[in-house]
């Protein structure tokens, strides 16, 4: 099932305090939405999440499920 395609026009785009400067960035006032780019690509693509998506990576993370 394919994403309905999200305008990231308002998009208000931070990075993690901790970033070394290239990283992520990430957008969370979209509404129903949280939108994730390359911050050295910031016209490129950006990942798309739900809300409960974005919990599950969150918790993932802090879980220490993935290999970073």
Same mark, same amino acid.
């Given at each position: 099932? +394919?994403?309905? %395609?999200?305008?990231?026009?308002?998009?208000?785009? !931070?990075? #993690?305090? /901790?970033?070394? &400067?290239?990283?992520? +960035?990430?957008? %969370?006032?979209?509404?129903?939405?949280?939108?994730? !780019?390359? #911050?050295? /690509?910031?016209? &490129?693509?950006?990942?798309?999440?739900?809300?409960?998506?974005?919990?599950?990576?969150?918790?993932?993370?802090?879980?220490?499920?993935?290999?970073?």
């Amino acid at each position: 099932m +394919e994403k309905p %395609v999200v305008d990231l026009t308002d998009a208000i785009w !931070r990075r #993690s305090a /901790r970033s070394t &400067g290239e990283g992520v +960035e990430v957008a %969370v006032n979209i509404p129903g939405v949280i939108a994730v !780019r390359d #911050s050295r /690509r910031p016209d &490129g693509p950006a990942l798309i999440f739900t809300p409960r998506e974005w919990e599950a990576f969150v918790g993932g993370a802090q879980d220490g499920e993935f290999d970073f």
